[in-house]
């Protein structure tokens, strides 16, 4: 895989096409907040309890201006048979030749696999909601996380070494309300008090 990218870095733009066939590229969310994820596979059932997490806070996040943005190492037609008919209302990207997952320096693990299998409240979680495992779910990649800002710099990065694990929601809270004191202006300074001659000395 490629190199690690490191905060503070400007983000490296790519050109994928979303399940429906259209071609997305990141730097057109230039001036918002994005959230950049990385899932194995369109049938993975960790991917998929992570993407209906997202979904229930994409509300909240867009009024925060922040937007999401999520690779799969899948078809465009696997991305489209596994998550087209459920309501995900961010950008579903397609890296069947892993070209983005290289650029990112994403990383392969069977242990941080395995040790994503033995993540028993996850999978359980994930099997609850009906999220099962396809062929694909067992790909050794791991999930990967960047928090970019408006002006396309790279604010944190996570490289999980848990196949079950993302970035923590409460770090995206603390990203975007950094970001929003960043973005307000600050006050208007206090006009000056003027000096006046004294009269009459």
């Not at 790519?14 to 990141?26: A, E, M, N």
């Amino acid at each position: 895989m490629g190199d690690r990218v490191r905060p503070g870095e400007t983000l490296r733009d790519f050109q994928l096409k979303d399940l429906h066939g259209q071609s997305v590229r990141l730097s057109d969310f230039r001036g918002k907040r994005v959230l950049l994820s990385f899932f194995r596979d369109a049938g993975c059932p960790f991917c998929n309890l992570r993407l209906f997490e997202l979904t229930s806070r994409y509300n909240h996040y867009q009024q925060q201006g922040l937007e999401i943005v999520t690779v799969f190492y899948s078809t465009p037609h696997t991305v489209k048979r596994f998550l087209g008919n459920r309501n995900r209302p961010f950008a579903l990207l397609a890296d069947p030749e892993k070209d983005v997952f290289r650029l990112y320096g994403v990383e392969s693990s069977w242990g941080a696999l395995m040790k994503g299998m033995f993540n028993f409240p996850r999978m359980m979680s994930a099997f609850a909601k009906g999220f099962l495992p396809s062929a694909g779910a067992f790909k050794p990649l791991m999930p990967a996380d960047f928090l970019i800002d408006q002006t396309g710099k790279v604010r944190a990065t996570y490289y999980s070494r848990d196949a079950a694990r993302h970035i923590s929601l409460k770090l995206v809270d603390r990203f975007i309300a950094a970001t929003e004191k960043l973005d307000t202006p600050a006050p208007a300074a206090a006009p000056r008090p003027q000096l006046r001659a004294a009269v009459g000395a």
